[in-house]
């Protein structure tokens, strides 16, 4: 059985950490670098980091960052926000992320899944994917999950597996920010229906979530942030707990 992966999730913008971190042993609570270096210090199996800057030299101020957290951690990390060319990925695998992740760019255009996997490998292509749920259906939402599509969640996900994805980072938009617990029915359909690895994101609040997600959610990473952030859970503490539940953890 395959060791579940817990990664926290860094907000960029401009360069720096937004969503408030609440870190005493930070000098800057805005570095994303010294935040990376503590998460994977802690035990983090991963990073994951998406800018949401809309500025045109983001593509350099970006590059940049990664080349700096890649010299500070020895975990993987995945770079996402605003990737839509096989010329973004190249720069930032060039920089040293490990995976890059695209969202509403697969969305607009699917082959450019096919052609991403095709240059640089699945292993490398992480297709996010922010689901609602409106009137019993869960549909694809895009733009940071406030437009709607007609894509059905479940289809999408075959979709981008099939066309090379090597995982699915699946946010429930109805989840999100509730810390009431991950969509766990509907990630245990779309894991079960999928050959490749899925994480789970939105709606971490306590421990107990994370079990619940590895266990019913079929999950086989779960990604969270605040909870990480303001250090309602440090991740040792989840880990030991996680081990003490009999789900294979790695220490």
């Known amino acids: 059985m395959l060791t ?27 570095d994303p670098v010294e935040l990376a270096k503590i998460y994977s210090d802690e035990g983090a199996d991963e990073l994951v ?21 890649a010299k500070a951690i020895n975990i993987p990390f995945t770079v996402g926000g605003g ?15 490990d995976k890059i992740s695209i969202n509403s760019s697969a969305v607009k255009n699917p082959q450019i899944i096919n052609e991403m996997a095709a240059e640089f ?7 996010a994917i922010d ?3 409106v009137d019993g259906i869960d549909f694809v939402h895009t733009h940071g999950g406030r437009r709607a599509t007609l894509l059905k969640t479940q289809e999408w996900a075959q979709e981008v597996c099939e066309r090379g994805a090597g995982e699915i980072l699946l946010t429930s938009m109805d989840h999100d920010g509730t810390k009431a617990g991950f969509s766990n029915e ?3 359909e779309i894991s079960s229906a999928l050959s490749i690895p899925v994480i789970a994101s939105g709606g971490a609040g306590t ?7 590895f266990t019913f959610g079929k999950a086989d990473a779960a990604l969270a942030a605040s909870i990480f952030h303001f250090k309602e859970i440090g991740i040792p503490e989840l880990k030991r ?5 009999e789900i294979s953890i790695r220490n």
């Open 4 to 30: 579940k992966r817990i990664i926290p999730c860094l907000d960029i913008k401009e360069g720096r950490t937004v969503k408030g971190v609440n870190f005493v042993e930070l000098r800057d609570a805005g």
């Open 49 to 69: 980091f998406l800018d949401i800057t809309a500025t045109v030299d983001k593509r350099k101020t970006l590059a940049e960052l990664v080349t700096k957290v």
């Open 83 to 97: 990737i839509s060319t096989v010329e973004d990925v190249k720069v930032l695998l060039n920089a040293g992320a």
């Open 121 to 127: 490998g699945s292993q490398c292509i992480v297709v």
């Open 131 to 133: 689901t609602r749920n």
């Open 186 to 188: 509907l990630l245990a």
């Open 207 to 213: 421990m107990a979530h994370f079990k619940d997600v």
């Open 241 to 245: 707990y996680l081990a003490d539940s």
